[in-house]
């Protein structure tokens, strides 16, 4: 499950937080010529403009080149184009934000457009169909800005602000101080399309590859000849093959269905899978001895070339291409974290350690064991045990839900009632209802949203052909906070330019608050007094195992960016040892198992670039949310924190909660919880 941030060069008021560049060394415009430009505007427009006539002018002139135009010429588009008159520099604000939403936002429906025989379930995927998906409409739209001067005018007239100026001062802006310096962020690398380019061909491919990684399970068997799956069941990899873990807890054959299904995980992130049972039903394959059969006859099958990883480093060195054009944020890391999240990873790093590192990893494990009646085993990374009780199987709650949502529009029908269960008036859950539109996703699903007012976000999961099973249920439940909180912030927010949240974490904790209430929202009951304790300890867990997959993925991008020639080979070599590095850490200690790789299985670290993070950071926004609204109404309460906008992250935490984002509150849950858990 994954939130879609497209890679739009306009709209990085929305998703990244860009500062002002340090000064280009052999700039084209000289410090003689930028302090003449500063001295004849300041003489102009006065004293009171001067500081934002250093920036401007300092912005502008980093940017210009040789073919932009001569000093002269660069002298006088400055003392044209800079605007001193208040009024006039509103007005300049104001047609801005329309011209930024209009832009951004019919690209962004083109994009989703082109992306839809890739994305949906519409049959074979043609050639094309993937040629189409690779191809950027607008990736050449930067530089039509800079070429004909638009992006001069805004740098020239709007500052931008470094993260360490932001932290320092942003507590004391109002809203349109706040709207005016994520207008200041846009321009502030001159990066070539072809670049651009390049990052979504790599990025689409990566997406294909993974959308279409599926496992005949029902074509599984052990070393007895037995197999437990259905026939027909095929589960996506990494999302199914975790949630059929996770399922099994309780079922018949559940261990020895979770023990075939890890490995399966540990093929694939060894890459000893076979190549023809990947998306295919043909052969029978048996994981534990990676034996192909077809038609009961053992048959000589070549493990998949390492295109997981050699998807993986395409991804990087696109992305890596762009580091000359960040001379302040030289790495997609420093970019991912200090830009986008606007969290440094040193802050992430040791949010995610001091939680693994807490006694209470310790004590919630020893819970499961005894719980579990066995021994933990590494896939118990995933325990599910920890909710209320329905008293109903999944393959109950299966017929449940393709009963009420036989296809996608069935679930959009519902998405009104769903939000005034949730609190949200009938007026506002009809509104944000009517800006939800749901597809049936080809991968696991997802959230596309809109960036503009008169266009619908799109919500994307699994509808099989009889109907939305439990899963795909529960994938549209959490996708739908995504799409939820993504109306509320385009439509609710004040300005334009603050529309979103801060990062992707925040909309993460929003769908994770939706996803907890999946069961409560299809009308089964959970009958039992210890469900907040319950639900403490599910966050832990859900907490502790995905902060050790963002760790890996955050070590394994520094590895490469440590080894820039590495082969998909060598890459893989270091995924592993990774994984077993941080597994032997912080859960080799509590599972008693030494060097697993399962950590390595994320299908989000072959395609999305950093993004696995921003879940382990949902999932404390959540913990803290959570704690906030006991007690009080979930939709108004919601309508509030999301109307902040993109404003930093922690000054969003301080208005939405009261604290910064902290484990604490997680951790205090945890010890609450664990006396009253048996």
């Keep these: 499950m994954k939130y879609i941030k497209w890679t739009l060069c306009l709209v990085v008021i929305l998703f990244f937080s860009l500062g002002l560049q340090a000064q280009i ?81 019919y690209n962004n429906e083109m994009y989703m457009d082109i992306k839809q025989p890739v994305e949906l379930n519409w049959g074979e995927i043609l050639p094309l169909d993937e040629r189409m998906s690779e191809y950027s409409p607008i990736s050449h739209l930067m530089d039509d800005f800079f070429k004909n001067k638009i992006a001069f005018i805004i740098l020239l007239n709007f500052p931008a ?228 009780d329905s008293g109903i199987s999944e393959q109950e709650l299966d017929k449940i839900t393709k009963a009420k949502y036989p296809t996608g529009e069935a679930f959009e029908k519902d998405i009104v009632e769903i939000l005034v269960k949730l609190g949200f008036s009938k007026e506002k859950a009809a509104f944000i209802t009517s800006q939800i539109r749901v597809d049936a996703a080809r991968g696991s699903g997802h959230c596309a949203s809109s960036l503009m007012k008169s266009a619908k976000t799109r919500l994307r999961t699994r509808v099989t052909k009889d109907g939305m099973d439990y899963k795909g249920y529960n994938i549209a439940v959490h996708e739908l906070g995504h799409a939820v909180e993504s109306t509320i912030s ?18 993460e904790a929003f769908a994770f608050l939706f996803q907890a209430r999946d069961l409560d929202l299809l009308g089964v009951k959970k009958e039992n007094p210890q469900e ?35 082969t998909p080979a060598q890459l893989k070599e270091a995924v592993i040892s990774i994984s077993k590095e941080v597994w032997n850490k912080y859960y080799a200690p509590v599972f008693k198992i030494k060097d697993q790789t399962v950590l390595g299985i994320y299908s989000h670290m072959i395609d999305s670039a950093l993004y696995l993070p921003d879940y382990p950071l949902g999932y404390v926004i959540q913990s803290q949310i959570e704690k906030y609204m006991e007690g009080k109404n979930i939709g108004t309460e919601m309508e509030r924190m999301c109307k902040a906008g993109k404003i930093l992250p922690q000054l969003w935490m301080e208005n939405a909660v009261g604290a910064k984002i902290s484990v604490k509150p997680m951790l205090d849950a945890v010890k609450e919880a664990l006396p009253h858990i048996k």
């Design 532 to 566: 907040k304790y319950l639900e403490a300890l599910d966050i832990f867990w859900n907490s502790v195992e995905i902060m050790g997959v963002a760790l890996v993925d955050m070590k394994v991008w520094n590895w490469m960016y440590q080894n820039p020639d590495a």
């Design 161 to 388: 602000y470094t993260l360490e100026e932001k932290i320092k001062s942003g507590d004391k802006w109002n809203r349109k101080e706040w709207a005016l310096a994520r207008i200041g962020d846009i321009f502030d690398s001159r990066q070539p399309a072809s670049v651009e380019q390049e990052i979504t061909r790599v990025t689409a491919r990566a997406e294909l590859y993974i959308s279409r990684y599926n496992i005949y399970v029902g074509k599984l068997v052990d070393q007895k000849g037995l197999t437990y799956f259905p026939e027909d069941k095929v589960l996506l990899s990494h999302w199914n093959l975790r949630d059929e873990i996770k399922s099994n807890y309780k079922e018949k054959d559940g261990f020895a269905k979770q023990k075939m299904i890890y490995k399966v995980m540990e093929r694939i992130i060894s890459q000893e899978i076979p190549g023809v049972v990947i998306d295919n039903p043909k052969y029978t394959w048996n994981p534990f001895t990676n034996t192909v059969y077809d038609n009961g006859k053992v048959i000589n099958a070549e493990r998949e070339p390492d295109t997981r990883y050699a998807r993986f480093l395409d991804i990087y060195k696109a992305e890596k291409a762009s580091d000359p054009y960040y001379p302040a944020y030289p790495t997609h890391i420093k970019r991912i974290f200090e830009q986008d999240r606007e969290i440094p990873e040193a802050e992430v790093e040791a949010l995610f350690t001091g939680l693994l590192s807490s006694p209470e990893v310790g004590q919630v494990a020893s819970l499961i064991e005894k719980r579990l009646h066995r021994k933990l085993q590494p896939f118990d990374i995933w325990y599910d045990g920890f909710k209320a």
């Design 490 to 507: 385009l439509h609710d927010v004040d300005y334009y330019s603050l529309v979103s949240v801060p990062n992707i974490a925040f909309t």
């Design 25 to 105: 060394k052999n700039s084209f415009i000289d410090n003689n010529t930028i302090d003449t430009v500063k001295d004849v505007l300041v003489k102009e427009f006065g004293e009171s403009n001067s500081t934002r006539i250093d920036r401007g002018v300092t912005q502008a002139a980093q940017s210009w080149t040789q073919e932009d135009g001569t000093k002269e010429e660069f002298i006088e588009f400055c003392k044209s184009n800079f605007i001193g008159d208040p009024q006039k520099l509103e007005l300049l604000f104001k047609r801005f934000e329309m011209y930024s939403e209009m832009i951004a936002g």
